[in-house]
C-alpha cells in the first residue's frame, strides 16, 4: 500500500506525464506536417533498411578489395548496424508492414542477419512489451539482461559489449532473471513456466550462437597468436587454417567487430539511462533519464543518439525514431520543466536506482563505489 505523500506524488507524476506526452504528440503532428513525406512510413522504413543493408554489403566489398581501410570498415558498418536496430525498435511497435506478414517478417529477419549478437527479434518483442509493462521491476529481462541493475565495475563493463559473457559470467542470476520474468508472465501450469524460460534461454539459437562462435574463436586464434609471440615462438599453421583465420579476420572487420562496438555503446547508453529497482510501477516520469552529455557523443554515434530520444519513447511510442530526432528539442523542453532527469550520473554509484544506494545488494560497495 502506498502512503498519502507516495499516492499524491504519483498523481502529480501522472498529470507531468499527460502534459509531457501532449507536447510530443503535437510537435510530432507538426513534423507531420510540415514534411508529408513523413506519412510514407513503409516507403521510409523499406528505404532505411536497403541503403544499411546495401552499405553494409558495399563497405565489406571495398574492404575486400583493399580500398577501404579496417579503421573506417568497422565503425562505417557499426553506425548501418545502428540504423537497423532503430528499425528493429520500430518494427516491435509494428511501425512498418504490419499488414504484410511477409515483408515485416523478413524485415526482422534482415535485422537480425545484420546484427547478429542480438537475440531473435521476435524474442525481443516480447521482452521489449513486457519491458514497457514492467520497466524498471526485477522481471524486466530485457534491461537486467543487458545489466542494467548491476553493481558498477569491470565485470559490467565486459558484460556490457558482449550479451552471452553477460550470461556465464552470472549463471545463476541469468538464471534467476529468466525465472522471475517467466513468473511474471502468469503461466498456467510448471510445463508453461519451464517453456517460457527454454523460450528465453534459447534466444539467441542459430544466429546468435554462430555469431559468438565466431567471435570467441577470432579471441582464441589472435590470443594464442599474440602468447605465442610473447614466447618467442611463432605460431604455425597449415595451409588450410591459414585460409580459415584469413576469412575469420575478415568476418570479424565486416561484421563481427562492428556488432560489438555498437552493441557496447548502445548497452552502455542504454543500461544506465534506465533506472531499476524502486522504481513506481508504471511511472513513466521514473523510467529513464535522458543522456545529452558532451562526452557520450562517440557513444551516442554508434547507436544513433539513442541516450538523447530513447526516454520520449517511453511517453510516446507511436513514433518512428526519426521523428523522434526532429522532436527531441521541444520534448527536451517540456521534459525538463516537469522533472525528468538529465546526465544523472549518479547512478553510477546507485547502481541504477532512481532514489537509493542499494546497500544490501550482494556483492555491491558502497563506500567503494562512492570513490
Not at 565489406?60 to 557499426?78: E, F, K, N, T
Request: proline share 4%; glycine share 6%.
Amino acid at each position: 500500500m502506498m502512503s498519502n505523500q507516495q499516492t499524491a506524488a504519483a498523481s502529480n507524476d501522472a498529470q507531468k506525464t499527460a502534459y509531457i506526452q501532449k507536447v510530443i504528440r503535437h510537435a510530432g503532428d507538426q513534423a507531420r506536417q510540415r514534411f508529408p513525406w513523413l506519412q510514407q512510413q513503409n516507403l521510409i522504413g523499406g528505404s532505411v533498411m536497403a541503403v544499411s543493408v546495401l552499405g553494409m554489403l558495399l563497405a565489406a566489398w571495398l574492404y575486400h578489395l583493399d580500398m577501404l581501410g579496417w579503421w573506417l570498415c568497422i565503425p562505417l558498418v557499426a553506425i548501418l548496424q545502428s540504423l537497423i536496430h532503430e528499425l528493429e525498435h520500430d518494427l516491435i511497435h509494428q511501425m512498418y508492414f504490419k499488414d504484410k506478414p511477409w515483408a515485416y517478417n523478413l524485415m526482422l529477419l534482415l535485422c537480425w542477419l545484420t546484427r547478429p549478437s542480438t537475440v531473435s527479434p521476435w524474442l525481443r518483442k516480447e521482452l521489449h512489451f513486457h519491458h514497457h509493462k514492467h520497466s524498471g521491476s526485477h522481471n524486466d529481462l530485457e534491461e537486467r539482461g543487458i545489466t542494467n541493475g548491476a553493481p558498477w565495475g569491470l565485470r559490467r563493463l565486459l558484460m556490457t559489449g558482449d550479451n552471452l559473457a553477460a550470461v556465464w559470467m552470472r549463471p545463476l542470476q541469468t538464471f534467476r532473471m529468466i525465472s522471475d520474468y517467466a513468473t511474471s508472465l502468469k503461466p498456467a501450469n510448471r510445463a508453461e513456466h519451464t517453456k517460457q524460460m527454454l523460450r528465453a534461454f534459447n534466444g539467441y539459437f542459430p544466429v546468435g550462437l554462430m555469431h559468438y562462435a565466431l567471435w570467441y574463436s577470432f579471441l582464441a586464434i589472435h590470443g594464442a597468436s599474440l602468447l605465442a609471440s610473447l614466447s618467442g615462438h611463432a605460431l604455425h599453421l597449415s595451409p588450410a587454417q591459414q585460409h580459415w583465420v584469413s576469412l575469420l579476420n575478415f568476418l570479424a572487420v565486416v561484421w563481427l567487430i562492428p556488432s560489438h562496438l555498437r552493441t557496447f555503446s548502445l548497452h552502455f547508453i542504454s543500461s544506465n539511462l534506465h533506472y531499476y529497482g524502486d522504481v513506481q510501477e508504471r511511472n513513466v516520469m521514473q523510467q529513464c533519464q535522458v543522456l545529452t552529455a558532451w562526452w557520450l557523443a562517440p557513444l551516442q554515434l554508434f547507436c544513433f543518439n539513442f541516450g538523447a530520444t530513447h526516454a520520449i519513447h517511453h511517453f510516446v511510442v507511436r513514433d518512428p525514431f526519426y521523428i523522434r530526432q526532429l522532436t527531441a528539442k521541444q520534448a527536451h523542453v517540456a521534459m525538463r520543466a516537469m522533472g525528468v532527469r538529465f546526465n544523472d550520473f549518479g547512478t553510477f554509484r546507485r547502481a541504477n536506482r532512481y532514489h537509493t544506494v542499494p546497500e544490501n545488494e550482494p556483492g555491491f560497495d558502497v563506500m567503494a563505489a562512492a570513490k
